[in-house]
Structure formats: C-alpha cells, structure tokens
C-alpha cells in the first residue's frame, strides 16, 4: 500500500490529503521532498501560517500542513480546490480570497493524524485522498 501511495503522489496532477495516524507518511514526505530547504512544514493554527503558504506559492516550494483535523480552514479550502487561472499571461491561484503568481513547481500536502476523518465531500472531491494507515490487511 505505501508503495502505491508514494507512486500516486509522485504522479497526481491535484494537491493530496493524506489520512496518517502513525506518521508513517509524513515522515516519507519529509525524508522526500526536503532538498535544499524547499520544503515547508506548518500547521494551521501558527501565526506565520498565511505568510509562509503565500511564499511558498511565489517560490514554488513544498508545502506539508500537518497535524490537520477533520475541519479544514476556508482558507486552506480554497488553496486545495487549486483553481488556477490566468491573468496578463501569469498564472495565479486563489488563497485567502487574493491572487498569487502560482509557480508550477509548488505542492501542497494536507495531513490529519485522524484515524478516521470525515471530511467534506467539497474538499475531498478536489483532491487525491491516500490512506496511510498501517492495517492488518496492509502488513
């Protein structure tokens, strides 16, 4: 399952939310998307939260939110519909109700540690859902 996991966020052209309560994945995504200081970890509640998602959108760095409940911010909503568009031959990317200059390189990886989370059906039909709960039928 991890296997498949790790391929489908190598290939998915949508941001991912990723089911893990025993921060298997996140550990994978640290050990692989940290080169060079490109990737950025955060949680929703940090002060710098809106600061350093719009830096990494400009930049086109990683994003790994982490520790995210079943209620995701509306902020963090609109970001995960990734509703790029293109204004004066830019493209931008709506978050926080402003545009910014969306670089093609930047990924973002929602994470909840909730074994079974219930997410809205606005949300999960706008990104790749992965499940990386160790289970019996997984080992």
Known sequence: MSVNNALV?????????????QVQGITW???QFDDGGTLTVVKQNDS?????IEIAIDMGRTVVVENVGEEI????QSLMKKQVSKYGGQRMVLFCRKSY?????????????HPRPHFD?????HVTLLNFSVNIESL
Do not use: H, W
């Open 73 to 76: 911010g509306m902020n963090l």
């Open 101 to 113: 200059k969306y670089d093609k390189n930047f990924r973002l990886f929602v994470v909840s540690a």
């Open 121 to 125: 059906v606005n949300i999960t039909n």
């Open 48 to 52: 710098q939260f809106k600061k350093l």
């Open 29 to 31: 995504l640290k050990n």
């Open 9 to 21: 966020v190598e290939k998915t052209k949508r941001f991912c939310l990723l089911v893990d309560p």
